[in-house]
């Protein structure tokens, strides 16, 4: 099983350019969510997802576009890269449509924006 | 608004001693989530616990044990005979009923000396 399935793992942008940060799952989980974590901030939550054609704000969702076309697929757009972007970004999903229970998380991509 | 907190940043301690990792969480809900994940010096972030706020039990695994506290708002972590691969950076969360979101604390990073 590949469960929860990110690329690119790494990644350097410039300031300014766009990228989207592909997150896969085949585990047929409604819920899914983007994270950041940086130093000494714990994970954030930027968007998050509970089913199909469903999306909503995190914490910090300014910069960051998501959709959710299909159940398996939750792609995370940086519209313009600014360094302060500059993270370890985490997909997670869950099975039911809320995040009340066990998640699955890929295994990251390091963005560096320069 | 939910919020987790995390009050020790690092923490070490010496192979085979016991290690209490702290949990503190506010929350207006009557029906929430808490977790614990570990994140391994790899980088994947692993699933540990789930606790509902109705089950006050405390729950033993192997080493690892949580003590759940509804009168004091905590759920401790507590790492018996540690190990070095026992080191990681550890999280708590918590999600609301009333809410799609979770919410992290900013982590405790544990070192294992040997």
């Known amino acids: 099983n590949a469960g929860v399935t990110q690329t690119p793992k790494f990644q350097v942008l410039k300031t300014g350019q766009s990228m989207t940060l592909q997150c896969a799952q085949d585990m047929n989980h409604e819920y899914m969510s983007w994270y950041r974590q940086d130093p000494g901030m714990g994970l954030r939550l930027i968007h998050y997802s509970v089913g199909a054609g469903i999306t909503d704000q995190g914490e910090v969702p300014n910069g960051y576009n998501v959709s959710r076309s299909t159940t398996e697929d939750f792609p995370l757009r940086l519209l313009s890269a600014a360094p302060s972007q500059t993270s370890v970004y985490f997909c997670?999903?869950?099975?039911?449509?809320?995040?009340?229970?066990?998640?699955?998380f890929g295994q990251g991509t390091r963005l560096t924006v320069v | 608004a939910q919020k987790v907190t995390q009050a020790q940043t690092e923490i070490s301690v010496v192979e085979k001693e016991d290690v209490t990792l702290d949990c503190v969480y506010e929350?207006?809900?009557?029906?929430?989530?808490l977790f614990w994940y570990k994140q391994p010096p790899s980088g994947e972030l692993v699933f540990l616990i789930r606790r509902n706020s109705f089950d006050e039990q405390n729950e033993i695994s192997g080493r690892y044990s949580w003590n759940f506290q509804k009168s004091t708002s905590s759920f401790n972590f507590t790492i018996t005979a540690s190990q070095v691969v026992d080191s990681a950076v550890y999280f708590c969360a918590l999600s609301e009923d009333r809410d799609d979101k979770i919410i992290f604390g900013k982590g405790t990073r544990l070192h294992i000396l040997p």
């Open positions: 997670a999903s869950s099975y039911e449509g809320t995040p009340n229970t066990e998640a699955f």
């Open positions: 929350t207006r809900d009557t029906t929430y989530y």
